[in-house]
């Protein structure tokens, strides 16, 4: 089975703060991808990397970057956290577009 | 730019009876469909995917309709079952890499 794990279920940050958020899969994907999910919006992709060193931008990723130096971790970044990055972050990998497989979350406050 | 929408945030249904779940989808160049189920506290996970030259998929349980004409996309849970509960999203591929994912259905099973 695929595993993608994520570095805390829980987090809670000050606003100003850098966090990192890290991800990493198990299965020699490819593909990894960054989103968040707030009610009623769905899932927004954030950035996501096809190749090691390899980002691009997706739909939303203003106020975020990200770190691929090795391709089972993909990592998030937020360089100076604000209370409307308050959120729940989701990690994923896929070989095939379609077919992601997601970590189970990270819930991050920022006060 | 792309979007993608469900017709009813939150669908309830007898236990045994079969669910639809509809979604309608904005961009007519995307290849590929799919379904996305996300149980309560973990990420969400791929149900099954349809080509866009295709009309109709079926899984286990579980049967995809695309009507282009219209820009419709339905998933059906045959015999819904109580494990069946969950947020549904509906997602369509962008692109070579992306998914662009809807809101979500909050499906509950009434036994």
């Known amino acids: 089975d695929v595993k993608v794990t994520q570095s805390s279920r829980y987090l809670v940050k000050r606003t100003g703060e850098k966090v990192f958020l890290e991800c990493v899969q198990d299965?020699?994907?490819?593909?990894m991808f960054w989103y968040r999910q707030d009610p009623g919006l769905g899932l927004r992709l954030i950035y996501f990397s096809y190749d090691v060193k390899m980002k691009e931008k997706g739909d939303i990723p203003e106020g975020y970057s990200v770190s691929r130096e090795k391709k089972e971790r993909f990592s998030l970044i937020l360089e100076s956290a604000s209370t409307n990055q308050t959120s729940m972050y989701l990690c994923?990998?896929?070989?095939?577009?379609?077919?992601?497989?997601f970590g189970p979350g990270t819930r991050l406050t920022v006060t | 730019g792309e979007s993608v929408g469900l017709h009813l945030p939150t669908l309830s249904v007898q236990e045994g009876d079969n669910s639809i779940i509809n979604c309608a989808y904005s961009n007519s160049a995307s290849d590929y469909f799919i379904w996305y189920k996300q149980e309560s506290g973990k990420g969400p996970q791929f149900i099954i995917d349809?080509?866009?030259?295709?009309d109709k998929r079926q899984g286990q349980r579980v049967t995809v309709l695309l009507n282009k004409t219209v820009k419709h996309l339905s998933l059906q849970i045959a015999a819904t079952q109580p494990g069946d509960s969950a947020v549904y999203f509906c997602?369509?591929?962008?692109?070579?890499?992306?998914?662009?994912f809807g809101q979500g259905t909050r499906l509950t099973i009434n036994p």
């Open positions: 299965m020699d994907h490819e593909n």
């Open positions: 349809i080509r866009s030259n295709m």
């Open positions: 997602a369509e591929k962008v692109g070579a890499q992306k998914l662009v």
């Open positions: 994923a990998s896929s070989l095939t577009t379609t077919e992601q497989y």
